[in-house]
Antibody, heavy 120, light 110 residues
Framework: EVQLVESGGGLVQPGGSLRLSCTASGFTFSSYTMNWVRQAPGKGLEWVSYISSSSSTIFYADSVRGRFTISRDNAKNSLFLEMNSLRAGDTAVYFC?????????????WGLGVLVTVSS | QSALTQSVSVSGSPGQSITISCTGTSSDVGGYDYVSWYQQHPGKAPKLMIFDVSNRPSGVSNRFSGSKSGNTASLTISGLQAEDEADYYCSSYSRRSILVFGGGTKLTVL
C-alpha cells in the first residue's frame, strides 16, 4: 500500500525556518517525481515545488522561489522541503504528493499533510 | 487569485448530473492536454479523479468524466450521490508556472 507521511510542521515566527519531511513506503520511491502542494486555511490548493526522481530537475512556484529548497534522499525514501524566511502567507497545510509515472503533472497519491503556522 | 477560474459552488439533487468548469488560457488549459481534477472532502487529502483531460484512474467511478474545449475544461458527475459532496479542484500544466490549480468548487448534494 502506498503511504506518504509528512512531518516537521509546527509554529514558527515570521522570518524563521522549518524543514518538512515526507517518508514514503509501499512503492519504489526512487522511480517517482515528487511534489509539495500547500493549502492555506479555508483556501484552495497551491503547487509549491517539484523534484524529479534523480533530483536532476527541480521547479518552484514563484511565491517560494529563493526561500524554499526541495530535496530528496532516495536511499531513505524521503522527500524534504527546507523553508526559510517564512511569512504569514506561508501558513498552510503542506502535502507531499507523488507524480504518476504516466505523467509528471498530476498526482496519484497524497499524504495527509502537515500544518505550518507562521505567526508571532 | 488562482490561475485557473472555477465557479465557487454548484449543487444538484441525487441522481442528477452536474458540470464544473475550469477556465484558463492558451498557456495552460488550452495549450496542453494535462488537465486533472481532484476531489477533496473536509479535512482529507485530495484524491485524483481525472487526469490528462478525460482519463479516469483505476477505482474511480465511471460517473466521473472530463472534457476540454479551447481554454475551458469540464468535470461532469452523473448520477449524483451523497458521497460526491466535496470540493473539486482542477489543475493544469502551465508554460509559465509549471503547474496551476483552480480556486476550487464546492459541490453540494441537496
Amino acid at each position: 500500500e502506498v503511504q506518504l507521511v509528512e512531518s516537521g510542521g509546527g509554529l514558527v515566527q515570521p522570518g524563521g525556518s522549518l524543514r518538512l519531511s515526507c517518508t514514503a513506503s509501499g512503492f519504489t520511491f526512487s522511480s517517482y517525481t515528487m511534489n509539495w502542494v500547500r493549502q492555506a486555511p479555508g483556501k484552495g490548493l497551491e503547487w509549491v515545488s517539484y523534484i524529479s526522481s534523480s533530483s536532476s530537475t527541480i521547479f518552484y512556484a514563484d511565491s517560494v522561489r529563493g526561500r524554499f529548497t526541495i530535496s530528496r534522499d532516495n536511499a531513505k525514501n524521503s522527500l524534504f522541503l527546507e523553508m526559510n524566511s517564512l511569512r504569514a502567507g506561508d501558513t498552510a497545510v503542506y502535502f507531499c504528493a507523488r507524480s504518476s509515472l504516466r505523467g509528471s503533472y498530476y498526482f496519484d497519491y497524497w499524504g495527509l499533510g502537515v500544518l505550518v503556522t507562521v505567526s508571532s | 487569485q488562482s490561475a485557473l477560474t472555477q465557479s465557487v459552488s454548484v449543487s444538484g439533487s441525487p441522481g442528477q448530473s452536474i458540470t464544473i468548469s475550469c477556465t484558463g488560457t492558451s498557456s495552460d488549459v488550452g495549450g496542453y492536454d494535462y488537465v486533472s481534477w481532484y476531489q477533496q472532502h473536509p479535512g482529507k487529502a485530495p484524491k485524483l479523479m481525472i487526469f490528462d483531460v478525460s482519463n479516469r484512474p483505476s477505482g474511480v467511478s465511471n460517473r466521473f468524466s472530463g472534457s476540454k474545449s479551447g481554454n475551458t475544461a469540464s468535470l461532469t458527475i452523473s448520477g449524483l450521490q451523497a458521497e460526491d459532496e466535496a470540493d473539486y479542484y482542477c489543475s493544469s500544466y502551465s508554460r509559465r508556472s509549471i503547474l496551476v490549480f483552480g480556486g476550487g468548487t464546492k459541490l453540494t448534494v441537496l
